[in-house]
């Protein structure tokens, strides 16, 4: 059972609403440091063990500065994430660039960074070599098929378009050997949003007895292993969240049975970005309206352009209207936003205290995947990003989109 506690008042809230219109999504630096280090504190067992932070979860470069401070790197797999994390001083190994039918321009900004390559398919050895050259360092993206289950989110292994299978992978690295690569590293990521600890540990058991099996055939050492990210958190306040040091403890027995054991020591790495932000984020919107028609409806100044979550993949996002924490339920609602498209939902028959207009509600967990999947559909504008820092501060890390920055990419210019 989680507690879904908020680190910041009704009062609090309605300050930072003076200077910062609703809506807007805001971070707690606390939280997201304390993440990061409950995290390496299960992994210490594993000298160089490092997490990259997957940088899709929350694209903000005060987010990753916090994340550097910290310690982690970066994983990225797009040219923007690439400049952002540029710009914030991350060079180098520093970042994993993990490709997913990558433009060539792509592979060029990864190469010259220094970018840790991680391939997503066989026939990308030979477009990396050609649009930008064969790094020292190279890692693979295993996909296991049928051999393992995936989620509802990824999918089925054998149905993604994601990694090699098990013979791809082996002349991959054959190739690689022979082109001149002196450095290896392997990667899957089978599973998303898993609380299923077991789940976990079975990924990192197929890893490390894929490397073995490598190393022996092919005659290479493997410098890293990256796990993958996957790590779920608990949505919903009857869930409870993955003990970390369990699943560290699940992977070093992994870890010294099939790869120490055959005098194997590669580095462990993991790929978490929903784990460090997701939680402690939230959607700050205020009630504008509240409709009874067939159903009861709150309608909010936010929409699916803030987060898409509950639309696309049904999701629950625990609510709590600010000042009445600790009244009981009293009425279902809907709680939607004012999109043209009904599934504009953050909640369907969710029972929550008596709501009217103007009440502020925080949604929770909308740290990762929240605003980084915002769109400008009907027109709609993405919101502020703001930061509660360790100090109780508050800092404005994006501005909110303006009606100005929607049309400058159209032209009028024959329009008068």
């Keep these: 059972m989680v507690d879904k506690k908020l680190p910041f008042t009704k009062e609090q809230i309605e300050n930072i609403i003076q200077e910062h219109p609703t809506p807007f999504h805001i971070y707690d630096e606390r939280g997201i440091r304390e993440g990061i280090r409950k995290l390496s504190n299960a ?41 952002i994390s ?11 660039f993990t490709s997913n039918d990558t433009p060539d321009q792509e592979f060029k900004k990864a190469y010259g960074l220094g970018a840790i390559i991680n391939l997503d398919d066989i ?66 990521m089978v599973v998303s949003n898993m609380l299923d600890e077991s789940c976990l540990v079975k990924t990192a058991e197929i890893l490390f007895d894929l490397a073995a099996e490598l190393s022996r055939k092919l005659d290479i ?40 054991s055959s005098n194997l020591n590669p580095k462990i790495y993991m790929e978490c970005g929903r784990l460090i932000t997701g939680p402690h984020g939230w959607l700050v919107s205020r009630v504008l309206h509240v409709a009874k028609k067939y159903r009861n409806y709150i309608g909010l100044d936010a929409c699916m352009a803030d987060l898409m979550r509950p639309a696309i993949y049904r999701a629950y996002h625990h609510i709590t209207v600010l000042g009445k924490e600790n009244l009981t339920s009293a009425g279902v609602y809907d709680v939607t936003g004012s999109l043209c498209e009904n599934n504009d ?40 990003e703001l ?16 009606p100005e920055d929607y049309l400058k990419t159209l032209d009028f210019s024959e329009f008068g």
């Design 345 to 384: 939902k953050f909640a369907i028959q969710r029972n929550l205290p008596e709501v009217g207009e103007g009440d502020i509600l925080a949604i929770h967990d909308a740290g990762a995947h929240g605003h980084a999947m915002g769109f400008n559909y009907n027109g709609k504008l993405r919101s502020a």
């Design 123 to 188: 026939t990308h050895i030979a477009f990396l070599e050609r649009t930008a050259g064969i790094p020292e360092t190279i890692c693979f993206r295993y996909n296991p098929g049928p051999i393992v289950e995936g989620n509802e989110i990824i999918g089925k292994p054998e149905e993604a378009k994601y990694g090699l299978t098990k013979e791809q992978i082996f002349e991959a690295y054959r190739i690689m050997k022979q082109k001149g690569a002196k450095t290896f590293g392997l990667h899957t």
């Design 86 to 96: 540029e710009k914030v001083g991350m060079r180098g190994k520093n970042i994993m």
């Design 221 to 260: 050492k493997f410098d890293f292993i990256n796990l993958g990210g996957g790590i779920g958190i608990p949505y919903r306040p009857e869930q409870e969240p993955v003990n970390l040091n369990s699943l560290g403890n699940g992977v070093k027995k992994a870890y010294e049975k099939n790869l120490a």
């Design 387 to 402: 930061l509660l820092k360790g100090d109780g501060s508050i800092k404005k890390i994006r501005r909110a989109e303006t």
């Design 43 to 83: 992994f210490s067992w594993s000298p160089g063990f490092r997490n990259y932070f997957a940088l899709k979860a929350c694209p903000n470069p005060h987010i990753l500065k916090i994340v550097k401070e910290e310690g982690s790197g970066v994983d990225c797999s797009s040219l923007t994430e690439l400049i």
